[in-house]
């Protein structure tokens, strides 16, 4: 009795040190990239039903986040008819930010986001508790602890647990789907079933990535039957009918709670935002994904915005570039997410899941079903990830630990059976995971393991949420107050969607990738520091290759002092004239077909600022080819093709047909 009482209270402090890692920290950030673009549409589908906005992600995250703000009285901003992404970015910012006492509200950002952030937490506490159930039922106690206590400890699950986007729900929908399924394997009745149809259909609700547990079952089934026809010799037929059975009624449920959190309702709500048509955004997609998603679409099987977020994020995956190992790629690359996770993953994991490896290679963990039901949903799951081309932070593979800190519980706690002394390396292998993660306290989410240089080395090799979610702006308040800064420039990873001025930052914005597309801001010829670069700017990756970075010049130099390790900070004079053509060219792109000449006018003066610059005379040819100017045009094309040449090869092969059909496109004109 007195055994069960301190596992029990182990569990407990467990759950309490984890509460106050994630609630202490959080308090010091400010919203990541992501945040306000999700707790808008989760707050406007509580009000309003709405379901269009940030399709992209399902809702059931969003929900469960801004379920303490339905009962307050919050202010909200009324729609100006933009794109539904940024409608969505913009509508956040005005509901964390400006219900604030000092504009009439009654809540601080502050006050609204923890208690969001608080809310969403309930994820990675469930799936906490979820780790050490599966763990003692599959291998012991020793095993559930072991893998309890590193995922509290683990600085990733801790960096993701209360930010409000779908990674956290998503590791806890899937390992929950897949535990329930394994109960069910083990007994097949209704009852487990229906447990596991329930929670299956949730998990579908957290990601769209959770589509994947339809083949992980049917493989995990196969594998069941195959281990069942081994051991007996004879064909489980009664085996198979009742799993089928039960399969069948597994996924009818959880087809039933989907429709279920979509409110049973096939079509998305208008939201006075620019939606393009479903139909409109398959394009890109394989014939097979496009003829499988239009059927879903022509007879209703699935609600219209959860089909439109699956179309979205292969949309965005496709053209998303990667940076890795300070190179930039136009498109993901196989290595990324193996090598993030070798740095990610202490030098505690690590070892222990060496030691996991080897305990289950000696062949004397005799629980193949346990082991198979956590190792092929992690094998597969990678799997995909690593043929993914959306490389952007290690937040993507969350749903591998929880099935690896189980293995490892496994393995650890077989060993520490067998000998005493493997206790001690277990031990010390813990110790050293444990004492990592609190060293990073309160910014855990640009950790790396000593064995990479540890945080202040993560930029080098890796960005966007791997290093730099721009969660740091009260920290550099505290800096720029710190310097008795008064004027400054900053190149914001979430600008214009997020603003350094709601915290009171005296920083103007340089421009980057998406305040290009989103508003026009004028450089003076020369810009006097500081200049504050968030690490998700600064190596440009954005752009697809470095020839397009405007920061290019101060990426390649040492910064003079860093933020938080995600904001580099320059001192002196600078010129940025590429920064300050990416006005003119968004200006182009504006008024190409609408007013072709205010758009070669526009053109000219990005020319101006960059006589060779590739966006520069790719825009020019787009406006002389719109005014009837060809052979200008080519000219212009010309210049764009020479510094083609200039890129990195998986740039090269992106830019090139583009360029090469829109001087095609011109020799009939010529002719004429």
Known sequence: MRRSWWVGEAVFLLLIVLVAEVGLSTRQASPSW???????????????????????????????????????????????????????????????????????????????????????????????????????????????????????????????????????????????????????????????ALVCGVVTGLALTTKHSAVMLLPIFLLLAAGEVAGRWKEGRLWPGRVVKRMLLGMGAIAAIAVFVLWGVYSFRYAMHSTDAVLPPLAGQMGPLSPVMRGLITFCAQYHLLPESYLYGLVDVQRVGIDMPTYIFGKVYAHGQWFYFPALLSLKWSVGVLGLLALAIYAFASGKVRRPREVFFLTLPAVFYLAVSIGSPLNIGVRHVLPLFPFVFALIGAGAGWLIQQRRVWGYVVGALMLWHVVDSVRMFPNYLPYANVLWGGPAKTNLYFSDSATDWAHQLKWTKEWVDAHNVKECWFAYFAGPFLLPSDYGIPCKLLPTLDTMSEEDISLPPVVHGPVLISYGTLNGFEFGTKLRNPYQRLFERKPDDVIANGVAVFYGDFEFPMAAAIGYEQQTRRNLKKDPQAALRSAQSAVALMPEGFDANMGLGDALAATGNQAEAKAAYGVALRRVAEMEPTAQAYWRPILDKKVAELVPSERR
Not at 88 to 98: K, S, T
Not at 170 to 189: D, E, I, P, Q, S
């Open 34 to 192: 992501d945040e306000g673009d999700h707790i808008y549409s989760g707050y406007m589908n509580w009000m309003h039903g709405e379901y269009s906005l940030n399709p992209e992600h399902p809702p059931l995250v969003k929900l469960v986040a801004t379920l303490p703000l339905v009962p307050l009285d919050l202010k909200v901003a009324p729609r100006e008819g933009r794109f539904f992404k940024s409608e969505a970015y913009y509508g956040g910012r005005e509901l964390l930010f400006r219900n604030d006492p000092k504009y009439g509200g009654h809540y601080s950002a502050d006050t609204l986001l923890f208690r969001i952030h608080m809310a969403v937490f309930v994820f990675a506490l469930v799936l906490a508790v979820l780790l050490f159930v599966a763990g003692r039922e599959m291998f012991g106690t020793a095993a559930g602890l072991i893998a309890m206590t590193l995922f509290v400890f683990d600085p990733t699950v801790v960096a993701n647990a209360p930010f409000v986007a779908t990674d956290t729900g998503a590791a806890c929908g899937f390992f929950a789907a897949l535990y329930t399924f394994y109960r069910f394997v083990k007994a097949m009745n209704w009852q487990r």
